[in-house]
Protein backbone atom coordinates (compact mmCIF):
# COMPACT_ATOMS: atom_id res chain seq x y z
CA UNK A 1 0.00 0.00 0.00
CA UNK A 2 1.65 3.22 -0.93
CA UNK A 3 0.29 6.60 0.25
CA UNK A 4 0.75 10.03 -2.43
CA UNK A 5 1.75 13.19 -0.70
CA UNK A 6 -1.57 14.49 -0.06
CA UNK A 7 -2.83 11.18 1.21
CA UNK A 8 -0.16 11.12 4.39
CA UNK A 9 -0.75 15.42 5.15
CA UNK A 10 -4.85 14.71 5.17
CA UNK A 11 -3.90 11.70 7.81
CA UNK A 12 -1.44 14.19 9.65
CA UNK A 13 -4.47 16.62 9.62
CA UNK A 14 -6.84 14.24 10.91
CA UNK A 15 -4.19 13.23 13.66
CA UNK A 16 -3.82 17.21 14.62
CA UNK A 17 -7.69 16.96 15.60
CA UNK A 18 -6.24 14.83 18.62
CA UNK A 19 -4.08 17.07 19.68
CA UNK A 20 -3.72 17.96 23.30
CA UNK A 21 -2.45 21.47 23.37
CA UNK A 22 -4.16 23.59 26.08
CA UNK A 23 -0.79 25.21 27.30
CA UNK A 24 0.64 26.28 23.82
CA UNK A 25 -2.39 25.94 21.89
CA UNK A 26 -0.59 24.89 18.82
CA UNK A 27 -1.63 21.69 17.40
CA UNK A 28 0.09 19.22 15.56
CA UNK A 29 -0.12 16.72 13.75
CA UNK A 30 2.24 13.98 11.69
CA UNK A 31 2.43 11.18 9.74
CA UNK A 32 5.28 8.56 8.88
CA UNK A 33 5.71 6.27 6.60
CA UNK A 34 7.72 2.85 5.94
CA UNK A 35 8.89 2.15 2.23
CA UNK A 36 6.42 -0.54 2.93
CA UNK A 37 3.74 1.54 3.18
CA UNK A 38 2.58 1.30 6.85
CA UNK A 39 1.60 4.91 8.22
CA UNK A 40 1.86 5.68 12.11
CA UNK A 41 0.44 8.72 13.16
CA UNK A 42 0.67 11.62 16.43
CA UNK A 43 -0.25 14.65 17.34
CA UNK A 44 1.69 16.87 20.04
CA UNK A 45 0.87 15.89 23.82
CA UNK A 46 1.54 18.82 26.48
CA UNK A 47 1.34 18.33 30.20
CA UNK A 48 0.89 20.62 32.88
CA UNK A 49 4.24 20.07 33.48
CA UNK A 50 5.24 21.79 30.53
CA UNK A 51 8.52 20.50 29.39
CA UNK A 52 7.30 16.18 29.79
CA UNK A 53 5.11 17.41 26.92
CA UNK A 54 5.84 15.70 23.29
CA UNK A 55 5.63 16.89 20.01
CA UNK A 56 3.80 15.36 17.37
CA UNK A 57 6.67 13.60 15.19
CA UNK A 58 8.04 11.96 18.15
CA UNK A 59 4.54 10.52 18.97
CA UNK A 60 4.48 9.45 15.75
CA UNK A 61 8.08 7.86 15.73
CA UNK A 62 8.13 6.08 19.31
CA UNK A 63 4.36 4.35 18.52
CA UNK A 64 6.19 3.52 15.45
CA UNK A 65 9.46 2.14 16.84
CA UNK A 66 7.03 0.74 19.59
CA UNK A 67 5.27 -1.40 16.98
CA UNK A 68 8.43 -2.87 15.83
CA UNK A 69 8.51 -0.84 12.52
CA UNK A 70 11.47 0.53 10.83
CA UNK A 71 12.57 1.53 7.51
CA UNK A 72 11.25 5.13 7.12
CA UNK A 73 10.57 6.88 3.97
CA UNK A 74 8.71 9.87 4.72
CA UNK A 75 7.20 12.38 7.65
CA UNK A 76 4.25 14.68 6.57
CA UNK A 77 3.33 17.37 8.99
CA UNK A 78 0.66 19.89 9.50
CA UNK A 79 -0.41 22.94 11.51
CA UNK A 80 -2.53 26.03 11.57
CA UNK A 81 1.06 28.53 11.26
CA UNK A 82 1.23 31.15 8.67
CA UNK A 83 4.37 29.21 7.40
CA UNK A 84 5.22 25.18 6.77
CA UNK A 85 6.69 24.04 10.25
CA UNK A 86 9.50 22.33 10.85
CA UNK A 87 10.66 19.56 13.27
CA UNK A 88 12.30 20.74 16.59
CA UNK A 89 15.73 20.22 16.89
CA UNK A 90 14.91 17.30 19.21
CA UNK A 91 12.58 15.45 16.83
CA UNK A 92 15.15 16.34 13.97
CA UNK A 93 17.85 14.43 16.15
CA UNK A 94 15.25 11.28 16.80
CA UNK A 95 14.15 11.26 13.43
CA UNK A 96 17.90 10.78 11.55
CA UNK A 97 18.87 8.48 14.08
CA UNK A 98 16.02 6.24 13.66
CA UNK A 99 14.79 7.12 9.80
CA UNK A 100 18.08 8.54 8.40
CA UNK A 101 17.60 11.10 5.36
CA UNK A 102 13.73 10.86 4.97
CA UNK A 103 11.14 13.13 3.30
CA UNK A 104 9.70 15.91 5.39
CA UNK A 105 6.95 17.71 4.28
CA UNK A 106 5.61 20.35 6.12
CA UNK A 107 2.19 21.93 5.41
CA UNK A 108 -0.57 24.69 6.44
CA UNK A 109 -3.98 24.15 6.76
CA UNK A 110 -4.01 27.10 4.19
CA UNK A 111 -2.49 23.96 2.01
CA UNK A 112 1.33 26.08 1.95
CA UNK A 113 4.10 23.30 1.57
CA UNK A 114 7.76 22.30 1.84
CA UNK A 115 9.21 19.36 1.30
CA UNK A 116 13.13 19.01 2.32
CA UNK A 117 15.06 15.73 2.95
CA UNK A 118 15.93 15.64 6.60
CA UNK A 119 19.56 16.23 6.12
CA UNK A 120 18.91 19.70 5.20
CA UNK A 121 17.14 20.65 8.24
CA UNK A 122 20.06 18.65 10.05
CA UNK A 123 23.28 19.33 8.05
CA UNK A 124 25.83 17.81 10.24
CA UNK A 125 24.17 15.61 12.60
CA UNK A 126 25.59 13.56 15.57
CA UNK A 127 24.38 9.61 15.80
CA UNK A 128 25.77 6.74 16.39
CA UNK A 129 28.77 6.75 13.92
CA UNK A 130 30.09 9.34 15.77
CA UNK A 131 30.84 7.73 19.61
N1 LIG B 1 5.44 20.97 18.41
C1 LIG B 1 5.28 19.84 17.68
O1 LIG B 1 4.48 18.96 18.03
N2 LIG B 1 6.03 19.69 16.55
C2 LIG B 1 6.82 20.64 16.04
O2 LIG B 1 7.39 20.45 14.98
C3 LIG B 1 7.01 21.92 16.75
C4 LIG B 1 6.39 22.00 18.08
C5 LIG B 1 4.59 21.14 19.59
C6 LIG B 1 5.26 21.13 20.92
C7 LIG B 1 4.29 21.93 21.75
O3 LIG B 1 3.24 21.08 22.19
C8 LIG B 1 3.72 22.94 20.78
O4 LIG B 1 3.96 22.41 19.49
C9 LIG B 1 4.33 24.31 20.88
O5 LIG B 1 5.70 24.27 20.82
Keep these: MSQK???MTAL???ARGHAQAPYSRFRVGAALKT????????????S???GLSVCA?????????SEGL???????IVTAARQPTPPCGACR?????????IVVRMTTLSGRSRTLRLRQLLPLPF????L
Design 48 to 50: ASY
Design 12 to 14: ARE
Design 70 to 76: RDFESIA
Design 127 to 130: DEGR
Design 93 to 101: QVLWEYCGD
Design 57 to 65: ERVALWKAV
Design 5 to 7: PAA
Design 35 to 46: RSGEIVTGCNIE
